[in-house]
C-alpha cells in the first residue's frame, strides 16, 4: 500500500493536477512540506495519548506527508528500505548497554 501511494505521490508531482492537495504541497515547496510534517507529527503525539483510532488516522497522515517529502526530494522507497537493512541487528550504545535493535 505504501509503494502505491508513493507511486501515486511521484506521479501527481509529473502529472500536476488542478485542485489536488498534493499538487498545491508541490507547489507550495519542501518549506510548506515540511511544515505539515512537523503538524502532523505532533498530532501523532497527541493522538498515542488518545486512543488508537485516532493515532491510526494521524499516523496514516503523517505517512502520507512523508512519502510527498521523499518524492519532492527525489528519494526512493527503495533507499529507505536500503538504510533500514543496514541497520538490522546493530548494536547500539543506549543508557550505558549494549543494545541489538532488530526490526
Not at 492537495?21 to 498530532?43: C, M, R, S
Not at 527503495?78 to 548494536?91: M, Q, V
Request: hydrophobic letters at 35%; zero cysteines.
Amino acid at each position: 500500500m505504501i509503494e502505491k501511494l508513493y507511486e501515486e505521490i511521484a506521479k501527481r508531482k509529473k502529472i500536476p493536477k488542478e485542485d489536488s492537495y498534493t499538487t498545491y504541497l508541490f507547489n507550495q515547496g519542501t518549506d510548506k512540506i515540511l511544515k505539515k510534517i512537523g503538524e502532523e507529527a505532533t498530532e501523532v503525539v497527541i493522538a498515542a495519548k488518545n486512543n488508537q483510532t485516532e493515532l491510526i488516522a494521524e499516523t496514516s497522515d503523517l505517512i502520507y506527508h512523508l512519502l510527498v517529502l521523499l518524492v519532492e526530494q527525489e528519494i526512493s522507497l527503495d533507499l529507505i528500505e536500503d538504510e533500514l537493512k543496514k541497520r538490522e541487528g546493530k548494536l547500539s550504545n543506549v543508557g550505558g548497554r549494549k543494545n541489538i535493535h532488530k526490526l
